[in-house]
């Protein structure tokens, strides 16, 4: 409990910067997903407060997930009523609360260190991509989209060309000021201050967008942020309106198999995405502190059943808000929780003064934080590695950035298995030689696809030399590769080729001792 209030600067400091950013993407979100923003809102405070109390991750923020827009705007339309969505985003929660109990969560051990830094690369990426248009003012897409083919109808490319015929200049302006802000609190000289370590720049971003923006707007109205570019909640005019935006499941629909697959959807997409989000945020953890998976699929599965119990969005771990939460210099978990206190303090009580916040402020600290995460020595690092790890690593990125993120992970995990399966192929049989001996040694799990390497390797053996085979050195041996050895035995003499066989009898894993050849 101590490190909570030893770090307590730090979290709230960072807790105001994820704030900052979640407001935006939660509403985006949301209506894209075919709901009310206020659903947005609700997953927004249940994920920083429900998860963050339950969560073994310090660093993680959790939240309404783009990755689960499509699947979300296509249930709300499949089901019957929007009261049934909400029982599927419960039900969805109860299915991870078990999967965490199963101790499923080791799926994401599986995904190679490439493939997650590449996708925080990715995700970088597409920061940068889809924050330049907000950030001259061309707000078509919503915000927190990460997809390639937008609901727009455009592209992540096109609509950065798009955005050269909507350029607002008041925009423009905020963007580049924003953006400067954070470049000039990178100096060594300026961390080092006292008041700016309490002023974070993200913070100060926002109040020099909403002053730049009220003070252009006075001088000449043309150059006003319209409303359009300015963040909008919902703003009730009373308490009763107030908690008219809650909507609550429908338990009549439970035996509805539509809401069950939905649910079974939900969980297993969440998941997916919450666990590739917490081994890329323990990768930028500077401490490298280590998430339990199984207790993290424990802790979304309550969020998204409070979340469900009160009309709110599905929810994951997300790597925006995370990498956000990182680069503001957070400790521990509180900055989440505070995080979550601070959107449900201010929508209920100054949903106002959010309204005047420009989109572009906002831009300009998502494209600063794509900035870190996307760095070009992360991809010198990965070069130097060599092509095995440099392949997945890239391939991954444009994946991504190409499609989206979980089909994205996907190829970049093929291609990583390619690599293993092809790098264990090439180790498996050792060729050395010296004048007229050869020795091939076979090493590790020697399975059939090696069978192809293994025959090219003995008939390339020339005529009139000694052959030892070793096989001492291998765990297991398949059955196949045992009848290509003995089919080259079988006719090794027609080339005068003396072959020998090491093998160790005792090892039953060989499993060659009842073999005729040996």
Request: net charge neutral.
């Amino acid at each position: 409990m101590k490190k909570y209030f030893t770090s307590l600067g730090a979290d709230f400091s960072a807790a105001i910067v994820v704030f900052l950013v979640a407001i935006p993407l939660c509403l985006g979100i949301a209506v894209a997903s075919g709901l009310g923003e206020f659903s947005g809102i609700i997953a927004g405070v249940v994920g920083g407060v429900v998860v963050g109390l339950i969560s073994g991750s310090h660093l993680s923020v959790s939240g309404p997930a783009a990755g689960l827009t499509a699947i979300v705007a296509a249930t709300v339309l499949k089901l019957p009523a929007i009261e049934a969505f909400f029982l599927a985003v419960v039900i969805a929660g109860l299915l991870q609360i078990i999967m965490g109990f199963l101790k499923l969560g080791i799926i994401g051990d599986y995904v190679p260190n490439s493939v997650i830094k590449g996708m925080l690369a990715a995700i970088g990426i597409i920061l940068i991509l889809k924050q330049l248009p907000h950030l001259v003012g061309y707000d078509k897409d919503y915000e927190g989209d990460e997809t390639f083919l937008q609901i727009s109808g455009e592209n992540t490319f096109s609509a950065v060309f798009n955005a050269v015929n909507f350029i607002t200049p008041i925009s423009i302006i905020i963007g580049l000021v924003g953006i400067f802000i954070l470049i000039i609190y990178e100096s060594k000289k300026i961390k080092e201050k006292r008041l700016f370590q309490i002023l974070s720049g993200p913070l100060l971003v926002v109040i020099a967008g909403i002053l730049i923006n009220k003070f252009l707007g006075g001088i000449d109205s043309v150059l006003t942020n319209r409303e359009a570019h300015l963040v909008k909640i919902p703003v009730a005019s009373s308490s009763a309106e107030f908690f008219s935006f809650f909507n609550f499941p429908n338990w009549s629909y439970i035996s509805n198999a539509d809401v069950w697959v939905s649910g079974f959807t939900i969980a297993i997409v969440a998941s997916l995405e919450t666990l590739l989000s917490i081994e890329a945020v323990d990768k930028l953890d500077p401490v490298k502190r280590v998430t339990p998976p199984n207790r993290e699929l424990v802790a979304q599965g309550f969020g998204n059943m409070a979340s469900g119990l009160i009309g709110g969005l599905p929810l994951t771990s997300v790597i925006v808000r995370s990498s956000a939460n990182v680069n503001a210099g957070a400790k521990t978990k509180s900055s989440a929780i505070i995080h979550g206190l601070l959107i449900l303090i201010c929508v209920c009580f100054a949903p106002v003064v959010l309204n005047m916040i420009p989109k572009a402020a906002l831009a300009a600290i998502l494209v600063f934080t794509g900035y870190k995460l996307t760095r070009v020595s992360l991809f010198k690092e990965y070069y130097k590695k060599g092509w095995e790890q440099f392949m997945p690593f890239v391939v991954t990125i444009l994946a991504i950035v190409l499609t989206d993120l979980l089909k994205g992970v996907v190829i970049g995990i093929s291609l990583g298995l390619f690599y293993t399966i092809r790098s264990n192929f090439r180790t498996a049989v050792f060729v050395i030689h010296e004048k007229n001996n050869y020795l091939i040694r076979l090493r590790k799990d020697v399975s059939f696809f090696i069978k192809p390497i293994l025959k090219e390797k003995l008939e390339l053996i020339p005529e009139n030399t000694n052959l030892i085979i070793d096989l001492v050195h291998a765990e297991h041996i398949d059955r196949d590769v045992i009848d290509t050895i003995n089919e080259f035995l079988s006719h090794a003499h027609l080339k005068n080729i003396i072959c020998t066989i090491n093998k160790n009898d005792f090892n039953e894993l060989h499993k060659l001792v009842n073999d005729p050849s040996f």
